[in-house]
C-alpha cells in the first residue's frame, strides 16, 4: 500500500487501569531502534492516575481520553480513527517490546503486499516461547501454538493475537474497525483476522519481532467472570463467522455436547448467560455478519 521509504507507523496503546505497567511498557517502546512516528495511549476512563502519569512521564506519548470504559476494541478504534500514519502497531500495555520488534513489523509487513495483518513471537517473563499465532476451532475455541523451527519468511496463521500486531490503517477501516460488539474483550482480533482474510489478504506472523506478554487480563481463567466473557464473545464470533448451514445445524449440535461434558465442568452457569447474552443479541450479530465493506 506505501513504498519501504515513506509509509509511517502509529503505535496505538488502549490502557485501563495500567498504572503499574504503563513504566515497562512505554520504556520499551522509546528504545526502538525504528522509532514510531507517533505513540497514542487511549485511556479507558481508568481510575488509577494512568492518563495523569503517562502524561507527565512520557510527553512524547499523546494521551486521547474516554470519559467512559468502553471496552478494548472501542479503544483500539478510539486511535486509530486518530492516528496520522498509515501503518498501525497495535500494542497491549501489559507488554514489553524488543528493540528491533517494530523495525522488523515494519520491513515484513512493507515486503509483501499480499499480508494484511502481522502478528509476532511472544515470551514469558522467563523468556519461554509462548505464542507464535493463535487456532481456532468450530467451537471457536483458541489456543495458542508454537513453531520449534519457524521459516525465515513470515507464515499463516488461523488468527494474529492483537496484543502485539501491525496492519494497514486503511485496510482495517475499509473493515469497520475492530467489531466493538466484542465488548469489554476478547475474540476482536481473531474477528478481525477473518474479516481481513476475505478481502484475499493473508493473516501471517514473524518470529523476528518478539515481545514479552505479561497476559494480565488473562489471569483468573478459572473465574466466573473470565469464562463469562469468554464465552459470551466466543458464542458471538461462532455466529458471525461461522456458514449458515453450520448454524442451524451442525454448531448447536456441538455446543450441547461441549456444554454436557467434561470440559465445560465447572461454569456451566457462565456459559448459560452467555447464550443468553447473545440470544438477546442475536439481530445486532447477523447484521454484523451481513455488512459490507465501506
Sequence with gaps: ?????????????????????????????????HPPDEIIAVDDASTDGTPEHLE????????????????????????????????????NVDTVVAEDWLGALVTTLQADPTIGILGCRMTDAEGCVRHDGGTIDELGLTEHFVRPDPPDEPFDVPYACGAGVLYWRELVLRLNGFDEGFSPMYFEDADLCARIRTQNYRVCSTHKAVMRHDEANDTGRETPRYQRRYHTSRVRYVIKHAP???????????????????????????????????????????????????
Design 1 to 33: 500500500m506505501s513504498s519501504l521509504q515513506d509509509a509511517a507507523v502509529s503505535v496505538i496503546v488502549p490502557c485501563y487501569n495500567s498504572l503499574r505497567f504503563v513504566d515497562t511498557c512505554f520504556s520499551a517502546l522509546g528504545r526502538s531502534t
Design 56 to 91: 507527565k512521564t512520557f510527553p512524547n506519548v499523546r494521551v486521547i481520553r474516554r470519559r467512559r470504559n468502553g471496552g478494548f476494541a472501542r479503544a483500539v478504534n478510539t486511535g486509530m480513527r486518530a492516528a496520522r500514519s498509515e501503518m498501525i502497531a497495535l500494542l
Design 244 to 294: 449458515l448451514i453450520d448454524l442451524l445445524w451442525r454448531y448447536p449440535r456441538a455446543e450441547a455436547n461441549y456444554f454436557l461434558g467434561g470440559r465445560a465442568a465447572g461454569f456451566r452457569k457462565q456459559l448459560l448467560r452467555a447464550y443468553a447474552t447473545n440470544a438477546i443479541r442475536l439481530p445486532a450479530i447477523l447484521a454484523s455478519k451481513r455488512r459490507k465493506v465501506v
